[in-house]
């Protein structure tokens, strides 16, 4: 046992991220405290921590959001240590800060980090004075500012307005023509108040089918910094991803390590601290421009550990404790190619939520398989939280290995009970553009028309 390593964390979240956290905390001998609402208290996350607690009944607001229930929790439960997971209180800096007042650890970067990265507007102009190109844009329009249309004009059309505190694909709104703008500014603004607590917005250019490439870093509390890297996860419905990939099909060894060496570089300006994850759109020339950053651990984390073997959930965990990085950029080796499908609970078709009871439940295995989930047979996708019920993740030696992994994992994973988007990945893996690497954002809008 290492001298400072943390002796408990509790786990602010609930499914297959908590379970994930759960599985490195074992692994480094660390003890676990699951939380979990009244609608949760059959999950596997809480049949696997060492204790549990629950924090309130099954409105997220009320239980995974609630900061004096989970602060009781780890007080009860004496823990050195809070790791969120992702979405829920993972980007909340005052979280984080009340973590900080209360003695114990967050596991993820500093609040200060969390809450300049948090304002996509201010992350934009940061990243873009060290040196990373941002999309062309404007700086934060407010009710205040006068004549938004002529910033627009300036900017040009089409444009994506983009809430300044938004997330997870929400708080956005392209407009094609100049007369839609004044309308939709103000609704955005409302609906970004409304959501976020923040009215404020921005512009950028609207980039026509681009590719979403982002790269994977650790940062310890030492200023040593490596990047993993790169996921594409150009495949997205209304700006959400279904399907990640690493190495992405588009970008050459050289551009990955110079890419990757200007996050590197950028992020040690800022003294960035822990896991993050730092998002690029790509033009049709393959112009590279910051979008955002991610302060936390990702969904799509698992294709980055499959190729180069390191565990990011033990090392976020480590970094916190305060150990420094055992291995360098130089060490950072990519093996193969890996591919992840994000299973939800969803209609293959029209994409509405399916919750339920699963009848009958069978993850595939086999060479070159990972499957993170919560699900079992006869446990209920509840229509309280996110329909993500599995995440499949192939490996091979090459992508076309991977390809054919995921192909036979796809045809042998049973859900029953309710509706999948299964069959939508058979469709999506099978297509001749995904075949080729050839795809952008709008794979999806074409998608209907090439599918065999
Ligand atoms: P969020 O914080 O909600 O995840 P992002 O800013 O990361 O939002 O954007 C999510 C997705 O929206 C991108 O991956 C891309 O598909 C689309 N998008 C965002 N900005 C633009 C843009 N300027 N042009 C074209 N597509 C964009």
Redesign the pocket.
Known sequence: MRANMFRKILIANRGEIALRVVAACKELGIRTVAVYSEADRDLLHVRFSDEAVCIGPPRSYDSYLNIPSIISAAEITNVDAIHPGYGYLAESSHFAEVCDNCGIRFIGPSASAISLMGD?SRARETIQDLGIPT?P?TGVIDRETRDPAALARQVGFPL?I?AAA???????R?IRREQDFLDSLSLVQSEAESAFGNSQVYL?????N?R?IEFQVLADEQGNIVHLGERD??I?RR???LVEESPSPFLSPGRRMELGSQVVHALKQIGYQNAGTV?F?FDQEGNH?F??MNTRIQVEHPVTEMITGIDIVKQQILIAAGFPLDFSQEDVAFRGSSIECRLNAESSETFTPSPGRIHAYHAPGGPGIRVDSAAYTDCVISPHYDSLIAKLIAHGNDREEAISRLNRALDTFIVEGIETTLPFHRKVIRHPDFLSGNYG?SFLEEFAGKTA
């Not at 938004?166 to 708080?171: P, V």
Request: a positive charge.
């Open positions: 996509k999309i844009g994506i983009k938004g997330g997870g694909g929400k708080g956005m392209i950028e250019r609207y980039l026509t681009p979403h996860c150009s997205q700006h959400q991803k998002e759109l421009y979008i955002e954002t």
